[in-house]
């Protein structure tokens, strides 16, 4: 069965320190969502990309944060000058095709720690 | 922008029993459409089960159902036979157009 990937699994860094988080979502998708969960919170979106462009992005989707499809299958979010409060789990998603399409199918997630 | 409600933080079902989570939603629109996630410990979201909602009748899954009351902008989880591996975060969200709006969640734990 297709799956959301996402690479790496974790990731430690430094404060001030830019970080790029890898998502390879469905094949046949074309709906990509960037998402991130503070430790014991609810999940939140950050960002929705469609036809390589930005759909529409949260307010905590500030100038910091960027996200880029750069070929056929990868979707990333780069985070360029990392903060404490950056720290967090991040979701990448993917919708679209066939009967299914409003369903938005979750990788397992990139845990960022911001040190 | 959508409000999820989950007024319960947390849930504790007896294997094989039956338990219940409740989720509110608020939205001016008609067309949308609901989801229940499961977040085990690992994190992962996974799907539970999703619901359209031009559509009165009540979606299932195997040991998973809901009921829907739109009027009541109501949508709660009925889990069945209930498994040690029910136990988990349970996350109910709205979708219209780009993006999905979480509830806080409700924790099931399940007594063996």
């Known amino acids: 069965e ?22 390879v979502p469905i094949s ?15 999940v939140e979106f950050l960002v929705s990309f469609y036809n390589n462009e930005i759909s529409e ?3 905590i989707f500030d100038d910091q944060f960027s996200v880029e499809r750069p070929d056929g299958s990868n979707f990333t979010l780069k985070i360029r000058s990392t903060k404490l409060e950056d720290s967090a789990m991040y979701f990448c998603a993917s919708r679209g095709g066939g ?11 990139t845990r960022l720690l911001v040190l | ?65 809901v009921n829907f009351q739109k009027a009541a902008k109501s949508f709660s989880l009925k889990i069945s036979d209930s498994q040690l591996g029910d136990a988990a975060m349970y996350f109910c969200a709205y979708a219209n157009d780009y993006k999905l709006s979480f509830g806080a969640g409700t924790t099931v734990t399940v007594r063996a």
Not at chain 2, 39 to 50: D, W
């Open chain 1, 28 to 42: 046949n998708h074309l709906y990509f969502y960037w998402y991130r969960q503070i430790l014991g919170q609810k």
């Open chain 2, 1 to 65: 922008a959508q409000t999820v409600t989950q007024s319960q933080p947390e849930m504790s079902v007896q294997e094989a029993e039956t338990v219940t989570l409740s989720c509110t939603y608020d939205t001016s629109e008609s067309d949308y459409y609901l989801f229940w996630y499961k977040q085990p410990p690992s994190r992962q979201m996974i799907l539970v089960i999703r619901q359209e909602a031009y559509k009165q009748q009540n979606a299932t899954e195997n040991r998973f159902s």
């Open chain 1, 2 to 23: 297709p799956e959301v990937t996402q690479t790496p699994s974790h990731q430690v860094t430094q404060m001030g320190q830019e970080v790029i988080l890898r998502c």
């Open chain 1, 99 to 109: 009967q299914d399409q409003e369903t938005q199918y979750f990788g397992p997630g």
């Open chain 1, 57 to 59: 992005k949260s307010e």
